[in-house]
């Protein structure tokens, strides 16, 4: 069992930075492939962003690519997700998964999701 909680979500401004967190329960969370999805009202749950078990592999979807970065530190049973020059069409409900699958953009992919943290970027 992994147990997944998010952290960072926030109200920011369009063009800023924000950083997410997604702490882990559980001694195997270094063999997990961590995924980023979110979702925005009324839409359909979307990839965002994906990492090896080890970092040393990365995925993206086209819409954040070169904006957003994933990374991971295994000491710490943590994943994170750099965002950069945030856009109003990046607010949605951001949510960390684990799985074991790769590549796996796939919410059906993940055994375990995180509840999610909101972010919000105005205009």
Do not use: H
């Not at 990374?71 to 710490?76: F, G």
């Not at 949605?92 to 796996?104: D, E, K, L, R, S």
Request: proline residues 2%.
């Amino acid at each position: 069992q992994v147990q997944l909680v998010e952290s960072g979500g926030g109200l920011v401004q369009a063009g800023v930075s924000l950083s997410l967190s997604c702490a882990a329960s559980g001694r195997t969370f270094r063999s997990y492939t961590m995924g980023w999805f979110r979702q925005a009202p009324g839409k359909e749950r979307e990839f965002v962003a994906a990492i090896w078990w080890n970092g040393a592999n990365t995925l993206y979807s086209d819409s954040v690519k070169g904006r957003f970065t994933a990374s991971r530190d295994n000491a710490k049973n943590t994943v994170y997700l750099q965002m950069n020059s945030l856009k109003p069409e990046d607010t949605a409900v951001y949510y960390c998964a684990a799985g074991t699958i790769w590549p796996a953009k796939a919410g059906a992919n993940y055994d375990y999701w995180g509840r999610g943290t909101q972010v919000t970027v105005s205009s």
